[in-house]
Protein backbone atom coordinates (compact mmCIF):
# COMPACT_ATOMS: atom_id res chain seq x y z
CA UNK A 1 0.00 0.00 0.00
CA UNK A 2 0.74 3.40 -0.79
CA UNK A 3 -0.31 6.51 0.20
CA UNK A 4 -0.70 9.12 -2.78
CA UNK A 5 -1.09 12.97 -2.12
CA UNK A 6 -2.44 14.74 -5.56
CA UNK A 7 -3.45 17.81 -7.48
CA UNK A 8 -4.26 18.81 -10.67
CA UNK A 9 -3.17 21.62 -12.96
CA UNK A 10 -5.39 23.18 -15.73
CA UNK A 11 -4.27 25.09 -18.50
CA UNK A 12 -1.13 23.69 -19.20
CA UNK A 13 1.64 24.27 -21.99
CA UNK A 14 3.08 21.18 -22.30
CA UNK A 15 6.41 22.20 -23.78
CA UNK A 16 6.99 24.83 -21.16
CA UNK A 17 6.34 21.86 -18.53
CA UNK A 18 8.48 19.51 -20.04
CA UNK A 19 11.44 22.34 -20.70
CA UNK A 20 10.68 23.58 -16.40
CA UNK A 21 10.59 19.59 -15.31
CA UNK A 22 14.20 18.78 -17.08
CA UNK A 23 15.65 22.16 -15.69
CA UNK A 24 14.97 21.40 -12.03
CA UNK A 25 16.22 17.60 -12.17
CA UNK A 26 13.05 16.22 -13.73
CA UNK A 27 13.42 12.64 -15.47
CA UNK A 28 11.33 11.26 -18.16
CA UNK A 29 10.60 8.31 -17.08
CA UNK A 30 7.55 7.28 -19.67
CA UNK A 31 6.84 8.55 -23.07
CA UNK A 32 3.70 9.50 -24.48
CA UNK A 33 1.88 6.17 -23.60
CA UNK A 34 -1.51 4.84 -24.40
CA UNK A 35 -3.44 3.58 -21.36
CA UNK A 36 -7.10 1.44 -21.60
CA UNK A 37 -8.78 1.46 -18.21
CA UNK A 38 -11.82 -0.27 -16.93
CA UNK A 39 -13.59 0.82 -13.75
CA UNK A 40 -16.08 -2.03 -11.88
CA UNK A 41 -18.59 -1.46 -10.07
CA UNK A 42 -19.96 -4.04 -7.66
CA UNK A 43 -23.81 -4.88 -7.01
CA UNK A 44 -22.99 -4.14 -2.58
CA UNK A 45 -23.79 -0.47 -2.20
CA UNK A 46 -21.80 0.11 0.53
CA UNK A 47 -18.04 -0.83 0.19
CA UNK A 48 -14.97 0.52 1.41
CA UNK A 49 -12.99 1.57 -1.96
CA UNK A 50 -13.42 4.31 -3.20
CA UNK A 51 -12.07 2.85 -6.51
CA UNK A 52 -11.49 -0.45 -8.71
CA UNK A 53 -9.56 -0.02 -12.01
CA UNK A 54 -8.04 -2.38 -14.32
CA UNK A 55 -5.64 0.09 -16.32
CA UNK A 56 -3.79 -1.45 -19.53
CA UNK A 57 -0.46 0.84 -19.78
CA UNK A 58 1.49 0.01 -23.19
CA UNK A 59 2.24 -3.70 -22.69
CA UNK A 60 1.87 -4.00 -18.13
CA UNK A 61 -1.50 -4.13 -16.79
CA UNK A 62 -2.27 -3.30 -13.63
CA UNK A 63 -5.35 -3.64 -11.39
CA UNK A 64 -5.85 -1.56 -8.24
CA UNK A 65 -7.88 -0.52 -5.38
CA UNK A 66 -8.04 3.22 -4.07
CA UNK A 67 -9.26 4.00 -0.89
CA UNK A 68 -10.08 8.17 -0.64
CA UNK A 69 -9.32 9.75 2.49
CA UNK A 70 -10.43 13.35 3.76
CA UNK A 71 -8.45 16.79 2.93
CA UNK A 72 -9.67 20.00 1.92
CA UNK A 73 -6.96 21.01 -0.05
CA UNK A 74 -5.74 17.81 -1.58
CA UNK A 75 -6.77 13.96 -2.94
CA UNK A 76 -4.87 11.37 -0.18
CA UNK A 77 -6.13 7.93 -1.05
CA UNK A 78 -4.38 4.67 0.03
CA UNK A 79 -3.27 2.83 -3.25
CA UNK A 80 -3.51 -0.80 -3.55
CA UNK A 81 -1.79 -2.05 -6.84
CA UNK A 82 -0.77 -4.88 -7.98
CA UNK A 83 0.87 -6.09 -11.75
CA UNK A 84 -1.26 -9.11 -13.56
CA UNK A 85 0.26 -10.76 -16.66
CA UNK A 86 -3.16 -10.25 -18.74
CA UNK A 87 -6.05 -7.18 -19.09
CA UNK A 88 -8.03 -9.65 -20.87
CA UNK A 89 -7.81 -12.84 -18.27
CA UNK A 90 -8.42 -9.71 -14.99
CA UNK A 91 -11.41 -8.37 -16.86
CA UNK A 92 -13.03 -11.99 -17.06
CA UNK A 93 -12.06 -13.01 -13.30
CA UNK A 94 -13.66 -9.88 -11.70
CA UNK A 95 -16.28 -9.88 -14.30
CA UNK A 96 -16.81 -14.07 -12.96
CA UNK A 97 -16.69 -12.35 -9.40
CA UNK A 98 -19.35 -10.14 -10.38
CA UNK A 99 -18.26 -7.42 -10.96
CA UNK A 100 -19.57 -5.16 -13.97
CA UNK A 101 -17.74 -2.81 -15.81
CA UNK A 102 -19.24 0.76 -15.66
CA UNK A 103 -16.60 2.95 -17.50
CA UNK A 104 -14.17 2.72 -20.13
CA UNK A 105 -11.35 5.22 -21.12
CA UNK A 106 -8.41 6.09 -22.46
CA UNK A 107 -5.46 8.69 -22.21
CA UNK A 108 -2.32 9.61 -23.40
CA UNK A 109 -0.06 9.60 -20.10
CA UNK A 110 4.13 11.22 -19.79
CA UNK A 111 5.13 10.53 -16.57
CA UNK A 112 8.39 12.09 -15.10
CA UNK A 113 9.84 11.38 -11.81
CA UNK A 114 11.80 14.55 -9.17
CA UNK A 115 13.05 12.60 -6.41
CA UNK A 116 9.68 11.38 -4.81
CA UNK A 117 7.46 13.27 -6.67
CA UNK A 118 5.78 12.03 -9.55
CA UNK A 119 4.57 14.04 -12.04
CA UNK A 120 2.03 13.11 -14.81
CA UNK A 121 0.99 14.89 -18.61
CA UNK A 122 -2.64 13.23 -19.35
CA UNK A 123 -4.28 13.80 -22.34
CA UNK A 124 -7.66 12.47 -22.40
CA UNK A 125 -9.74 12.63 -25.86
CA UNK A 126 -11.20 16.12 -26.81
CA UNK A 127 -9.71 17.64 -23.70
CA UNK A 128 -6.75 19.95 -23.07
CA UNK A 129 -3.70 17.82 -21.61
CA UNK A 130 -3.43 18.66 -17.71
CA UNK A 131 -1.06 17.83 -15.28
CA UNK A 132 -1.04 15.41 -11.94
CA UNK A 133 1.68 15.67 -9.29
CA UNK A 134 1.54 12.83 -6.59
CA UNK A 135 3.71 12.61 -4.02
CA UNK A 136 4.17 11.08 -0.57
CA UNK A 137 3.40 14.29 1.79
CA UNK A 138 2.30 18.30 0.96
CA UNK A 139 5.29 19.46 1.33
CA UNK A 140 6.41 18.26 -1.60
CA UNK A 141 3.37 18.64 -3.65
CA UNK A 142 3.65 22.82 -2.72
CA UNK A 143 7.57 22.63 -3.42
CA UNK A 144 7.10 21.40 -6.59
CA UNK A 145 4.11 23.96 -7.58
CA UNK A 146 6.64 26.45 -6.29
CA UNK A 147 9.38 25.42 -8.62
CA UNK A 148 7.50 25.64 -11.72
CA UNK A 149 6.01 28.86 -10.62
CA UNK A 150 2.26 27.15 -11.19
CA UNK A 151 -0.80 29.64 -10.66
CA UNK A 152 -3.14 28.87 -7.44
CA UNK A 153 -6.18 29.49 -10.26
CA UNK A 154 -4.51 26.42 -12.53
CA UNK A 155 -4.84 24.35 -9.26
CA UNK A 156 -7.50 21.81 -8.72
CA UNK A 157 -8.40 19.39 -6.08
CA UNK A 158 -10.59 16.92 -7.78
CA UNK A 159 -10.86 13.89 -10.21
CA UNK A 160 -10.23 12.59 -13.75
CA UNK A 161 -14.36 12.17 -13.83
CA UNK A 162 -14.72 15.78 -12.31
CA UNK A 163 -12.57 17.20 -14.85
CA UNK A 164 -13.70 15.35 -17.29
CA UNK A 165 -17.35 16.13 -16.21
CA UNK A 166 -16.52 19.90 -16.27
CA UNK A 167 -15.42 19.83 -20.07
CA UNK A 168 -19.49 18.44 -21.01
CA UNK A 169 -18.23 14.69 -22.02
CA UNK A 170 -19.44 11.68 -20.55
CA UNK A 171 -16.06 10.08 -18.22
CA UNK A 172 -17.44 6.77 -18.46
CA UNK A 173 -17.54 6.27 -22.18
CA UNK A 174 -14.13 8.53 -23.25
CA UNK A 175 -11.74 6.90 -26.10
CA UNK A 176 -9.64 7.87 -28.99
CA UNK A 177 -11.31 5.02 -31.09
CA UNK A 178 -13.80 2.27 -30.38
CA UNK A 179 -12.62 0.28 -27.99
CA UNK A 180 -14.36 -3.13 -27.19
CA UNK A 181 -15.31 -3.76 -23.61
Known amino acids: MKREI ?3 IL ?3 VKRVRRDLRKIGGKLIM ?3 LMHELYFESAQKERAYSSLRLRKEGKKTFLTIKVKKEDKNFEIRDEYE ?3 SSFEQAKKILEFMGFKIFRNREKIREEYKLKDTKIELDTYPNMNPYMEIEASSKKDVNTLLKSLNIKNS ?6 ATEIIK ?3 LDPNNLTFKKTAL
Open 11 to 13: DID
Open 31 to 33: KPT
Open 6 to 8: EIK
Open 166 to 168: SEG
Open 82 to 84: IQV
Open 154 to 159: QIIKGT
